[in-house]
């Protein structure tokens, strides 16, 4: 049982590049979410997901698109990389147990650069 | 949308002293409210949580308050220990039948408990 896990650790990328950001969990969770982590910013909700098929927007979206073909993976896509979003970002899964806790399973986080 | 605001920013206490970090929310439906811990270089990981049925809520040296009236919320650790140190997250969100929606974050605290 691995948890949540994203690849890759570290990028590097120019500005105006793309890439995919990979997070894949094995617990079998529903809800899934993608947060990047700036310093004295705290962890900022970009998009989440409350099941497969369904995605829907956090508090900061702009640049980022993520879908959820299957309940185990949660992509996130920069479309054309900027300064701005050099960033660590973290990918996090939880369950639904009713009356019970919640608990967010975070990834190791991806450290993007963006130069 | 919520809205979590948490203080101090900073906080350096004396090994064995007690330590207290507070946040405050906006949205008055949030009825879930965990508070994480991360290390230095490390994933975001859950100490404790609290719903919005109980006022109160301790495990061994940590204890979380809520008063919903005032949309406020604490973390209190006791008797500091050099491991404490830490960036700690506080955060809210609506549970629908157990499952956490639109987990939003505090700023996070850096707490240093000197020896």
């Known amino acids: 049982n691995a948890g949540v896990t994203q690849t890759p650790k570290f990028q590097v990328l120019k500005t105006g590049q793309s890439m995919t950001l990979q997070c894949a969990q094995d617990m079998n969770h529903e809800y899934m979410s993608w947060y990047r982590q700036d310093p004295g910013m705290g962890l900022r909700l970009i998009h989440y997901?409350?099941?497969?098929?369904?995605?829907d927007q956090g508090e900061v979206p702009n640049g980022y698109n993520v879908s959820r073909s299957t309940t185990e993976d949660f992509p996130l896509r920069l479309l054309s990389a900027a300064p701005s979003q050099t960033s660590v970002y973290f990918c996090?899964?939880?369950?639904?147990?009713?009356?019970?806790?919640?608990?967010?399973?975070f990834g190791q986080g991806t450290r993007l650069t963006v130069v | 949308g919520e809205n979590v605001e948490q203080h101090p920013s900073t906080l350096s206490v004396q090994e064995g002293d007690s330590a207290v970090i507070k946040c405050t929310y906006s949205d008055s439906a949030s009825n879930y409210f965990p508070w994480y811990k991360q290390e230095l270089g490390k994933r975001p990981q859950l100490i404790i949580d609290?719903?919005?049925?109980?006022g109160e809520k301790k495990d061994q040296r940590i204890a979380v308050t809520l008063n919903k009236t005032a949309k406020h919320f604490s973390l209190h650790i006791t008797e500091t220990q050099p491991e404490d140190s830490a960036v700690y997250f506080c955060?809210?969100?609506?549970?629908?039948?157990?499952?956490?929606?639109?987990?939003?974050f505090g700023t996070g605290t850096l707490l240093a408990v000197q020896p």
């Open positions: 609290i719903r919005s049925n109980v």
């Open positions: 997901s409350v099941g497969a098929g369904i995605t």
């Open positions: 996090a899964s939880s369950y639904s147990v009713s009356g019970g806790r919640t608990e967010a399973f």
């Open positions: 955060a809210a969100s609506r549970t629908y039948g157990g499952a956490t929606n639109k987990l939003i």
